[in-house]
C-alpha cells in the first residue's frame, strides 16, 4: 500500500507541474485533451491499430 500511495503522490506532482507549465501559454487543457483524442482516434482506427506499434500513417488511405 505504501508503493501505491508513493507513485499516486509522484504523479499528483506531475500532473500539478503540468497545470503550472500550462497556465503560463494560456494552454486550456480541458480543451486540448479532448481534442488530442479525437485527432488519434482518426490517426489510429481501433479496428486497424489496436495491439500494433505502427506510425499513424500507416493506417492513412494512400490518397491522403
Sequence with gaps: AKRGSDVAEEMAAIAFYLLLLAADPGIDLGQAMP???ATNEKRY???QAKGRHNKYTDYQ???E
Excluded: G, I
Design 35 to 37: 481534442a488530442t483524442l
Design 45 to 47: 482506427p481501433a479496428d
Design 61 to 63: 488511405p494512400d490518397d
